[in-house]
């Protein structure tokens, strides 16, 4: 897609930052709500966020389809119970195509600047392809995506290929190669069973082993999906099947850890059953809680592990030399590539530098390492910004989509609410914010992220969990289904109203 021409306005009501699946399912509902003057920014040159980026082989979603896609559109067609990244990406892309939003996107529009002008009410946005200002900026570049890769000692001198698992070279031939695989998250345990066949040796550093339950594929067959196409209501209760089952974790992962030992029963016998070796039963092991870092699932993720070309390595990365990586006991493995499945600047993350607010802060200078928002959405001094999955509404047991619809809900009360009262502008008010963060950490002592024996990239740089919603998620809905002026400190939009009518609005 070509950059778009400079005739564009450059003075927008709203502007969306990110076309994933946040991005395009808050246009979807503003275009449905009659909100027509929005555009959405994305640095790319296409759609999908995550699933256009993260292309590695066997890359799939860890939710089932039927629930990890949006209320109003559902598909009847999905191929798999845990649809590839390609069909996922199309799924969106056909959303994107039906609900007339393309029109709306503006390509190669990095956001690299956003900042807050109180004097004029709106923010000015510096982008790749030029300024823009918004009255409204809400910002749906979601928490995975920005990857993150370790800065070991010696590796700007690896001769070798390199590369993290969401920028994926599929121009490197890892036929025959000796391959270096560098964490043992998501995102490797859906790649290492497909590349394992193909290299001459594995080599997988695991930092800390992760809980793995059995996961068979499950290919949706024609008949079946015949039904689900025919029969009313089929589909809806198959999501709320699938969605019940995952907010009956938050009993285990919040109120009583005991609840999850059956559950690590089921990982450990899944270990047993697959991995007969008791020196990798044992390296492959978690040792601790269930749930405290994302439980994963897979039937072939141990199996590639058995084979005699791989091999798990839980000695600590010491350096890499220019063709070699050198472990704490002194073994040296010469390796043509390595492949970072190292996750991402979640409470680090970039966006937070480049946002500032109304008194010339960043979000990164106001959170200070523990990013918060009001409802996990709006934060004080940063007025008619909007996040989207923004912190302590992530999710370790159920689908994102759930909390992003959700948060569109909201905001579109709240930019109702703009119009209904002839506002310029909204601010969340800071007691607000305090008392809802206090109410949202009391929840975290006890539970597993907190209390389960690890560290994940739920826990930020001060040891808080700002990532997670500790709760049952329809409460979240249920709370952002009304916007709630009464939290905001509002202001009136003068400049389009006679004083006799900004008096009436005022009084609304
Ligand atoms: P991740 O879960 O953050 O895993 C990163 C892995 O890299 C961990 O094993 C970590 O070890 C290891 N690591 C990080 N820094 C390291 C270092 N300096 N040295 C050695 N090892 C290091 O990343 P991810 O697998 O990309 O997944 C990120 C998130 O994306 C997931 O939690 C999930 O929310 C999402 N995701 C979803 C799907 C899906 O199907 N829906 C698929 C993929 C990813 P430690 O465990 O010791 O920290």
Known sequence: MEPE???EA????????????????MAIRCKQEGIDDFVVLERGEDLGG????????????DVPSHLYSFSFALNPNWSHIFARRQEIWEYLRDCSERFGIAPHIRYHHEVQAADWIDAADHWRLQTSSGPLTARVMIAAGGP???????TLPGLERFAGESFHSAQWNHDYDLRGKRVAVIGTGASAIQFVPRIQPKVAKLHLFQRTAPWVLNRPEHRITSVEKLLLRNIPGLQRAIRHGIYWGGESAIFGLVHDQRLLKPVESLALRHLRNQVTDPELQRRLTPNFRLGCKRVLGSSDYYPALTQPNA?????????????????????????????????????DNPMMQMVRGREGKSLAEVWQGSPQAYLGMTVPGFPNGFLLVGPNTGLGNNSIVFMIEAQVRYVIGALKAMERHGLSSLEVRP???????QEVQARMPGSVWTDGGCSSWYLDAN??????????TWRYALRTRRFDLNHYRARLDLSTRTPSEALALALA
């Open 311 to 347: 091999e798990v390595v839980t000695d600590p990365i010491t350096r890499v030399r220019r063709q070699a990586i050198v472990t704490e006991d002194g073994v040296v493995r010469d390796v043509d590539a390595i492949i970072f499945g190292t996750g991402f600047h979640v409470t």
């Open 10 to 25: 450059t003075d927008v009501r709203i502007a969306i930052i990110g076309a994933g699946f946040g991005g395009l399912g």
């Open 144 to 150: 995975l995506s920005q990857p993150s890769v370790p």
């Open 463 to 472: 040891g808080r969990n700002s990532t997670l919603w500790p709760d049952f």
């Open 50 to 61: 995550t699933w256009r980026d993260n292309c590695y082989p066997g890359c799939a979603c």
């Open 431 to 437: 007691e607000a914010n305090a008392a809802f963060q």
């Open 5 to 7: 021409s400079s005739t």
